[in-house]
């Protein structure tokens, strides 16, 4: 079983629909959970951290269950540009060397 | 803002030829990284460096070496490429209440 894992997807949703991804992680100890965005052939970039309480940052919300170790993100009112693959990271301590990479689910929004 | 600058996008070597990936971040983090990024394997780190002159092993160090004789900069060293390390290269640094942050990456094509 991997350590942290995401439907790969491709999600195929139109303008303006809610989308939800989930991702669950093997590790109980883990401490730290991000989401980044990676487009096609560039680099990952940090979208948000999740926070225990849960945390929201315009359209995109964060949730953590670590009784049931999964990490989601909800993004509402999706558009074109937000098309892109979406990697949830688990951090075992706050060491960047601990991180897991999940491997991504990817979006695809309509116009 | 965090910089991270790899010194290659696009890289083509031949096998047993010796490669070597830079990486340079700006803002004199301790902690940097490099790592692959292969279709439905993920991000996989190879080694990582808490400081000047240390490196610590990945997950998937075999093949590879690194170097940091300044602060500023890791290299990530092939010693005799192979076709199976044709992959993406992602550096990466973080450092104390800052998140991951990634070069836009090297994609090395090995013949």
């Known amino acids: 079983r991997k350590e942290v894992e995401q439907d790969p997807g491709p999600f195929n949703v139109p303008e303006g629909a809610t989308v939800a991804f989930n991702c669950t992680y093997s590790?109980?100890?883990?401490?730290?959970f991000f989401w980044y965005r990676q487009d096609c052939r560039k680099e990952p970039k940090l979208l948000m951290s999740?926070?225990?309480s849960g945390n929201e940052d315009g359209r995109f919300t964060a949730q953590l269950n670590k009784a049931s170790q999964y990490v989601s993100l909800l993004i509402r009112d999706s558009q074109p540009s937000d098309s892109a693959t979406y990697l949830c990271?688990?951090?075992?301590?706050?060491?960047?060397?601990?991180?897991?990479f999940g491997g991504g689910t990817r979006l695809m929004v309509k116009p | 803002d965090v910089k991270v600058t790899q010194s290659s996008r696009y890289l083509v070597k031949r096998t047993g030829e010796k490669v070597f990936l830079e990486c340079v971040q700006d803002m004199d983090h301790e902690n940097m990284f490099w790592y692959r990024q292969d279709p439905g394997l993920g991000l996989r780190l190879i080694y990582f460096s808490y400081d000047v002159k240390m490196k610590e092993k990945g997950d998937i160090p075999e093949g590879y070496s690194v170097s940091r004789e300044k602060k500023e900069r890791f290299s990530l060293i092939l010693e005799s490429a192979s076709t199976n390390q044709t992959s993406m290269y992602l550096c990466?640094?973080?450092?104390?209440?800052?998140?991951?942050?990634f070069g836009n990456g090297t994609r090395l094509t090995v013949t």
């Open positions: 590790n109980s100890a883990s401490q730290s």
């Open positions: 990271v688990v951090n075992i301590n706050n060491a960047g060397n601990m991180l897991t």
């Open positions: 999740v926070y225990s």
């Open positions: 990466a640094t973080d450092g104390q209440n800052s998140p991951l942050h």
